[in-house]
């Protein structure tokens, strides 16, 4: 069971762009050509006229998510946690997404609190964002956490009826359900066994107990005939 959940939830974590990439048509000569090359799929390249365009204009949002994202690509996930924690509280219309990414980032390096807790503020600040639902439920898997992370499935179909990932969503939906129903099973079975066990020994004990009182009230009765005794004179007479 808790293999195949594995695999199910392994096919569905979210993982967008950290914004639309025509959002930053305008900008620096540095930042245009890391743009130009990061999109051409060449984060070395781009890397350095990224971090020249950021030092540059730390201002400049979307200079700022190109380099994380670069980073990101580069494996550098310390160096873009950096700047997405720099520009999330500046981060305006795009907090929920900066916050996403950031979710995204700790997931990676296995800081589930952490990618939670970024889930999270994506969600509070766009309660209508998706992804930010889909992911936080599958830190929740990972953490088995299965029934908190139930809602947040569900959540996210409700948000995305259409979903590609609705037959995988809908099969670990089924699969956690089965685990807690076997959860709860197990739960009953065991109680069930702990009340049998005690009732055992209860009446063992009743019986020993019992036991040693009918041998007391026995040697007790023996004890005053031997008392009654004492008190008579024999006299006999011989002939």
Not at 128 to 151: D, F, H, I, M, Q
Not at 152 to 169: M, T, W
Request: with cysteine; proline share 4%.
């Amino acid at each position: 069971m808790k293999t195949v959940i594995i695999l199910v939830f392994a096919v569905i974590f979210a993982v967008f762009p950290a914004f639309s990439q025509d959002a930053a048509l305008a900008g620096s000569p540095d930042f245009l050509r890391g743009e130009e090359l990061f999109v051409q799929n060449k984060p070395s390249e781009a890397l350095p006229f990224l971090e020249k365009a950021f030092v540059a204009n730390q201002d400049n949002l979307e200079g700022a998510l190109y380099l994380a994202m670069c980073y990101e690509q580069l494996e550098k996930l310390d160096e873009a946690i950096t700047i997405y924690r720099k520009v999330l509280p500046s981060g305006g219309d795009k907090t929920a997404l900066v916050a996403f990414n950031l979710g995204n980032v700790y997931f990676r390096k296995g800081s589930n609190s952490f990618a939670e807790q970024y889930y999270t503020q994506a969600i509070r600040s766009d309660p209508a964002y998706a992804s930010a639902w889909l992911n936080r439920a599958n830190v929740k898997v990972k953490t088995g956490s299965l029934r908190e992370a139930l809602p947040d499935y569900e959540h996210y179909l409700r948000l995305e009826p259409a979903s590609p990932k609705r037959p995988q969503i809908e099969r670990l939906i089924s699969l956690i359900q089965e685990e807690y129903a076997a959860e709860e099973i197990r739960k009953l079975m065991a109680e069930e066994a702990v009340r049998a066990e005690t009732e055992r020994r209860q009446r063992l004990i009743d019986e020993v107990s019992a036991s040693l009182q009918a041998q007391a009230d026995e040697a007790e009765g023996i004890a005053a005939g031997a008392e009654n005794l004492s008190g008579y004179e024999l006299e006999f007479e011989l002939d």
